[in-house]
């Protein structure tokens, strides 16, 4: 990272020598944190759609928390749970969130399911669950403009599993609780 002190070659003298070093600190941290993220995440050409899996595939060493992979993780997620997606979604929102009232509604121009979540009547959070072939950000742009939070999660995204710890930690977020 010697590139700031070559950049800013005389800031001793000026007394910005602590700065250049701060800021060199901080761009060597983030450029660490980007490579981890990098390592992290699967490869672009593995396969891992969940249609080339069986509900029995998962692993028990499978990393929980996680909610991408090549193994469905061991932790409950929207493929092992006993009803479809968006019963999965509503289990959740029932279970992590009695503090909220979440209804569902089927979008009539795509094939979203929108979850809205109350608290004390008032509109606290949108959920879209959507497939990643759609495009339409109709719902997302709707949000914007009236200053709800709003979360998107794809149903059918090759390898992301939607794991519980997965969408609660994003929903706590976005409700900031």
Request: one cysteine or more; glycine letters at 6%.
């Amino acid at each position: 990272m010697g590139l700031f002190k070559k950049i800013l070659g005389g800031a001793a003298d000026l007394g910005l020598d602590k700065l250049v070093k701060t800021v060199t600190e901080a761009t060597e941290k983030v450029v660490n944190k980007v490579e981890s993220y990098a390592d992290s995440q699967p490869s672009q050409n593995q396969s891992s759609s969940f249609s080339s899996y069986s509900q029995n595939s998962y692993s028990e060493e499978a990393p929980s928390g996680f909610s991408w992979g090549e193994q469905m993780p061991a932790e409950e997620n929207q493929y092992n749970y006993p009803g479809n997606y968006v019963q999965y979604f509503a289990h959740i929102f029932a279970e992590d969130f009695p503090a909220y009232q979440a209804a569902s509604e089927k979008d009539p121009k795509s094939s979203a399911t929108i979850f809205t979540l109350y608290q004390a009547g008032r509109k606290a959070l949108v959920v879209e669950l959507k497939s990643e072939s759609s495009e339409s950000n109709r719902i997302r742009r709707g949000c914007q403009m009236e200053g709800t939070p709003y979360l998107r999660f794809y149903y059918d995204h090759d390898g992301w599993w939607n794991t519980r710890e997965y969408v609660v930690t994003r929903v706590r977020s976005a409700l900031r609780i």
